[in-house]
């Protein structure tokens, strides 16, 4: 009885690419070959609790695909808390792609009436920058409308730029649990312990969920570079990391079931211990905060 | 309980460019291309080496930085990206990228400058200061080479300054390169001014077939030089007298419109300034070749003159008379603060050699370049200065531009001038660029903030061209002072000192190397100083 997230888009759009990058897993190659990914083994991509991420090529399988998905349709749109629908921006066939979107919604709303839609114009590399607002805002003008009466929420992205990350932090973000309560407390704990910035970050795909910060800083793409760095020592598996220099320390730790958090210290002089001291006693009243909503309910945004 | 670092901790080494210091540097590297960088080395992490799936396409690769390379008062062009570290460039070509940038409008005074010497001096001094600026351009060659456990391999002079004297060091090598081309734009528009003004007079002379006489001295006959500053001592002012009957009327309303000082220098505002607020001037860098048919063509005009007007040399040495000066004289620092600057590649040289083929023949090649240049501004010196018309005038009419010599109808040198004039107007959005990018960056951490900055900075710049041309149009007094200064950073101190403090630091510094050094150093200060006081 686990809640899943759907990422579904025709074959060839990005998804496996997508999941690879953003929960750090290795691309597993075979399924590529075979032409559709058929992901019959539940993954074990859990993320935000409870969440599984589940692929599946929606539209443009032959016959064989075709069918199976019919039939297991219930089964696939049952409990779904997210659907995340990937369009490949170059492809030639709109038509279809909206036919087969629609015919996904109908399931939704059939199985699983109160999932959150986001569409992702994906691929967007590929199209001249200067064309690329309008080509977007094309599309998510037709999305919103044949996504009547469900809701969507349009992104373009592409894995080549900082647009995927933000994306997907979005989503995220959408789906955390009193996430104002969340950002309030941190910005208690970074003023109590005097640190110049403070991240949450989830604890799968380390997307940001909820940061604090003192002062205006100067990298816009740190988010997502402290995300790609963490990734990699997270595929040789890790706990717990501390970096410092003359001008800074920072603090990478497991805080609370579902997030990582990271805090930065502009003055050195004060001992580790010290700071991860606080970290642990906050780490305690955090972890009270996602337990008042219990493990069911931090999935649920009403 | 906590552990600090994961069982297989190595030490992570993190790159300078990532980590951000205190006093908050320029980085040399753009947080777009720092981001790029990270998500490339992660997902490459994320796929067996065989798979293409996740290998960066060219199109999202941040394109090569545009490198240019300037000699304030010769050229500037763009230097061609080499992908493999070295460049391909033969030495015949290294040679003339070289001597084809530091060529240009310095030329025009160097006969002046040989006058304000003295002949004699004259010549000893372009030889001396040519060997002096060339020992220092080896000076800053080698630079880079004597930096420790650094990798400087594509670090330009001013990256050298930095890593010895700190923020003081960069600040101070971004104020000599801007008043080096702040300095030339300057010269740029005085030149343009006069250039224009002198083409315009020509083409309406001709067009109405006006047959004119400048109430001027100068010499009767076909080959006519002419000395303009005399007249300005004369009662009746510097007007022209008609020949033909023709519209009086209309040839001073031309006259009040067309004034060398007063209009014309206005009139270039409304070509140039539009031209200056281009974010890219990639397209006039085509142009370079225009400053070689130029200098080539006034070799050309020179040697023609001189053989039409002959030899006028006598020689006193140190006393004066009404036609000829004395061969050494008191003002001979005027001729070495133009020199400074006319023998002037030692902000970009590393980037020129940088391309060469054959690396270890970068001294050989700069060292022929340097002749090079040497014996083209001393043949057009010498020539000039020698073949001046002394009895009728005196070698005291040289102008600070020789070319103001000759008259307006003289076919030969509107040609020079329309050669001349075309080519500065494609240098001078060139030298603005530079002058932008290296101001704006530094200030305001981009080139290209906004249409007002870029737009307040240019409006200064040509305010003070203008300015310029109209109250103080002495091409020879704004390269000497602007020469003099400039050098004094990059020609005579930053380079000695580096080499002392280098040397100092390898435990190698000798009392010959110091004192020498030190000379060089006192030299440059007495070239700055002596221009102020003669």
């Known amino acids: 009885f686990t809640s899943q997230v759907l990422l579904m888009g025709k074959s060839g759009s990005g998804k496996t690419s997508m999941r690879s990058i953003i929960f750090a897993n290795y691309i597993a190659r075979d399924t590529r070959r075979l032409g559709a990914t058929i992901d019959v083994e539940h993954s074990h991509v859990r993320f935000l609790g409870n969440l599984v991420l589940n692929l599946w090529d929606c539209g443009g399988q032959d016959t064989f695909m075709e069918n199976y998905f019919t039939s297991q349709r219930d089964n696939i749109f049952r409990n779904v808390e997210v659907l995340i629908y990937v369009f ?145 020592f997270k595929l040789t598996s890790f706990q717990s990391m501390e970096v410092r220099n003359s001008n800074f320390a920072a603090f990478i730790d497991i805080f609370t079931s579902n997030t990582y958090v990271m805090v930065v210290m502009s003055d050195p002089s004060i001992p580790s211990a010290a700071t991860l001291i606080n970290i642990r006693n906050a780490r305690k009243h955090f972890e009270k905060l996602e337990r008042v909503d219990g493990p069911k309910h931090s999935l649920l945004m009403r | ?199 315009g007079k020509f083409i309406y002379n001709f067009v109405h077939d006006i047959n004119v006489t400048d109430i001027v001295p100068g010499t009767n006959g076909s080959n006519k030089v002419i000395c303009p500053s005399a007249a300005s001592s004369h009662p009746p002012q510097n007007r022209s007298v008609m020949f033909s009957s023709g519209n009086n009327t209309g040839f001073e309303l031309f006259e009040e419109w067309w004034n060398k000082s007063q209009t014309v220098p206005f009139y270039l505002i409304a070509v140039l300034l539009p031209l200056l607020n281009l974010k ?36 006193n040495w140190f006393t004066e008379n009404d036609f000829f000066v004395p061969e050494f004289r008191i003002l001979f620092p005027q001729l070495t603060g133009v020199l400074t600057l006319a023998f002037f590649i030692h902000n970009c040289v590393i980037t020129l050699l940088q391309n060469n083929r054959n690396q270890e023949n970068n001294v050989r090649d700069l060292s022929i370049a340097y002749f090079l240049v040497g014996l083209t501004y001393l043949y057009v010196g010498v020539i000039i200065f020698a073949s001046f018309p ?53 200030f305001f951490g981009n080139a290209y903030p906004s249409i007002f900055h870029v737009l307040v900075l240019n409006v200064a710049i040509v305010g003070a061209g203008v300015a310029m041309a109209k109250f103080y149009p002495n091409i020879g007094g704004i390269i000497r002072y602007s020469g003099a200064t400039c050098g004094l950073a990059f020609v005579f101190v930053y380079p000695s000192l580096i080499y002392m403090i280098s040397l100092h630091r390898a435990g190698q510094l000798t009392w010959p190397a110091l004192i020498i050094h030190i000379f060089i150093i006192l030299l440059g200060l007495a070239n700055l100083i002596a221009q102020f006081l003669l």
Not at chain 2, 303 to 312: F, P, Q
Not at chain 2, 419 to 439: D, E, K, N
């Open chain 2, 1 to 199: 309980f906590l552990t600090l670092f994961s069982p297989s901790f190595r030490p992570f080494h993190v790159e300078p460019t990532n980590i951000v210091s205190v006093n908050d540097d320029t980085q040399r590297v753009t947080d777009e291309a720092s981001a790029m960088n990270k998500r490339i080395h992660y997902y490459s992490r994320l796929t067996s080496p065989a798979d293409r799936a996740l290998i960066a396409p060219d199109h999202v690769l941040p394109a090569p930085d545009e490198i240019y390379v300037y000699s304030p008062l010769g050229t500037a062009f763009k230097v061609d990206n080499c992908t493999d570290g070295y460049g391909k460039n033969s030495s015949i070509v290294t040679i003339f990228m070289i001597w084809n940038t530091m060529m240009g409008t310095s030329i025009l005074s160097i006969p002046w400058g040989i006058k304000q010497a003295g002949f004699t001096s004259g010549i000893i001094l372009i030889l001396l200061m040519g060997i002096l600026t060339l020992y220092c351009c080896y000076r800053v060659v080698k630079s880079r080479k004597m930096i420790p456990l650094i990798d400087t391999s594509n670090w330009e002079f001013p990256d050298v300054c930095k890593y010895y004297f700190g923020s003081f060091g960069q600040w101070s090598s971004l104020l000599f390169s801007m008043v080096s081309l702040v300095g030339a734009m300057v010269v740029y528009w005085v030149l343009m001014s006069n250039f224009l003004f002198n083409t």
């Open chain 1, 88 to 232: 490949d921006v170059e492809s030639r066939e709109l038509e279809k792609d909206m036919h087969y979107y629609q015919s996904c919604l109908e399931a939704i709303l059939q199985n699983s009436p109160d999932a959150k839609i986001f569409c992702l114009v994906h691929k967007m590399d590929l199209v001249q920058e200067d064309q690329r607002d309008l080509i977007f805002k094309e599309r998510e003008e037709d999305l919103k409308r044949l996504s009547r009466p469900l809701e969507c929420v349009c992104f373009r992205t592409s894995i080549w730029d900082e647009t995927l990350y933000k994306a997907w932090s979005s989503i995220v973000y959408q789906l955390i649990p009193n996430v104002q309560q969340l950002e309030m407390n941190l910005r208690n704990f970074a003023q109590i312990i005097e640190a110049d910035e403070v991240l949450l970050f989830e604890r799968a795909t380390f997307l940001v969920i909820s940061h604090y910060q003192c002062k205006e800083q100067r990298d816009v793409h740190r988010f997502e570079k402290i995300s790609n760095i963490i990734k990699q």
């Open chain 2, 390 to 442: 002394s009895p009728p005038l005196s070698k005291e009419c040289i102008e600070q531009n020789f070319l103001d010599n000759f008259p307006s109808d003289d076919i030969m040198s509107f040609v020079a001038r329309i050669f001349l004039l075309f080519q500065m107007m494609t240098v001078y959005p060139l030298l603005g660029y530079l002058a932008r990018v290296q101001l704006l960056r530094q």
């Open chain 2, 280 to 315: 890219s001037p990639s397209f006039f860098a085509k142009f370079n070749v225009l400053g070689t048919v130029s200098v080539v063509y006034l070799v050309f005009l020179v040697t023609v003159k001189a053989a039409h007007l002959g030899i006028h040399l006598e020689y």
